[in-house]
């Protein structure tokens, strides 16, 4: 049996609902091979859950990257990336690769923080990441950082953003509304360059969704890798996050991860869509 292979560049999350942690077990559950490429190690003060990021040395990074490339990713994806010196050398990566996608999902803050990790960061994501992006998948706020437009608060809004980010270079555009935008759907709006469309599924408990724009992103990845379009491999990936987060869990006092495995072992959600 052969898989394909996917790899993340990415953080990791020492309580492992987010970040390197989410995507391997995302990339173990939608039957790819998943790889690592550790940017970064985020450590928890245990009595306030107050974040530190602590970057490893490029020079190991760069030997990691040496390491997967040469195992062959079929598609590679991105996650934290602190430094606009590593946004190049994820770059470089895809460039260097044979993989055939390359998903971004630009981490700009930490779970539970409200300072960009990296100011300078957005306008190297824009100018490294966005030409070489297959499909790009930002929050609300990271959509309004790489647009320019600032705080997004409505579809309208969303579909001005998603049009200048695709302007920017991405092929295909998700902009995560999740639980931000109000009513009692979770929507995300999907861009090809030609249609909208906007995904829905119920808005579940919110409480417990610890990694869901990183698992989001991971399976994005191995659909694509796995043979689904852009548009199916976003949907399905939707689906998949969404089961994960109806049924995310209390991990202790101030975070509860999703449940990766809740799509395969648990329940399957519906993805109703409509262009717009």
């Known amino acids: ?84 010196e590593i946004i190049g050398r994820a770059a470089q990566a895809f460039k260097d690769s044979d993989a055939e996608f390359f998903v971004v999902d630009p981490v700009m803050v930490c779970k539970g923080e409200d300072e960009v990790l990296n100011p300078g960061n957005t306008d190297a994501m824009i100018k490294e990441l966005l ?40 092929q295909h555009v998700v902009i995560k509304g999740g639980k931000a935008l109000e009513g009692a759907e979770a929507l995300d709006l999907y861009f090809d360059g030609t249609t909208y469309t906007l995904l829905t599924t119920d808005k579940f408990q919110s409480s417990y969704n610890h990694g869901a724009g990183c698992t989001f992103a991971a399976a994005t990845t191995a659909h694509l890798a796995n043979g689904l379009s852009p548009r199916e491999a976003v949907i399905n990936a939707k689906a998949f996050v969404a089961s994960a987060i109806k049924h995310g869990w209390k991990m202790n006092e101030f975070v509860g991860p999703v449940q990766h495995g809740a799509y395969n072992k648990v329940e399957k959600i519906d993805v109703q869509t409509k262009e717009v």
Do not use: C
């Open 131 to 170: 030409p070489l992006a297959t499909v790009v998948t930002p929050n609300l706020f990271e959509a309004g950082q790489l647009s320019g437009l600032g705080k997004l608060t409505s579809v309208d809004q969303m579909k001005e953003a998603a049009r200048i980010i695709h302007e920017r270079g991405a």
């Open 1 to 84: 049996m052969s898989l394909k292979k996917t790899l993340t560049i990415a953080g990791s999350d020492t309580s492992a609902g987010a970040g390197m942690q989410a995507d391997l077990k995302t990339f173990q559950e939608l039957n790819t091979y998943g790889m690592v490429a550790l940017t970064a190690v985020v450590t928890m003060n245990p009595e306030s859950w107050s974040h530190d990021v602590t970057p490893l040395p490029i020079e190991l990074l760069d030997k990691q990257i040496q390491t997967a490339l040469s195992i062959g990713p079929d598609a590679i994806k991105t996650g934290m990336l602190g430094t606009e």
